[in-house]
Nanobody, 114 residues
Framework: QVQLVESGGGLVQAGGSLNLSCAAS????????MRWYRQAPGKQREWVAT???????TYADSVKGRFTISRDNAKNTLFLQMNSLKPEDTGVYYC????????WGQGTQVTVSS
């Protein structure tokens, strides 16, 4: 089962950018569909974006046009480039892998100040 470790979170002002990474190990990364989720304080975890094994990408309406999901299969790494950040983007961001089995990372905190 693939293991996932996120990094790249932090504190940024509204309008700023962050690039999250998710390093994968113990699996054939290229064969997994990969997703980013986030969870704001007091709210349920919500889906943010997906990149399939065939590199098809989809986005939640709330981030479309601002966030870009990508993957580097040679480096077993998933990315989320986040631009034009808003305070409502604040939360813990998790990467997720699915190929029959499912794996979650431990999350990385993103805080956007107004």
């Amino acid at each position: 089962q693939v293991q996932l470790v996120e990094s790249g979170g932090g504190l940024v002002q509204a309008g700023g950018s962050l690039n999250l990474s998710c390093a994968a190990s113990r699996g054939i990364f290229s064969s997994y569909d990969m997703r980013w989720y986030r969870q704001a304080p007091g709210k349920q975890r919500e889906w943010v974006a997906t990149v399939t094994a065939f590199r098809r990408t989809t986005y939640a309406d709330s981030v479309k046009g601002r966030f870009t999901i990508s993957r580097d299969n040679a480096k077993n790494t998933l990315f989320l480039q986040m631009n034009s950040l808003k305070p409502e983007d604040t939360g813990v961001y998790y990467c997720y892998a699915e190929r029959g089995s499912r794996s979650w990372g431990q999350g990385t905190q993103v805080t956007v100040s107004s």
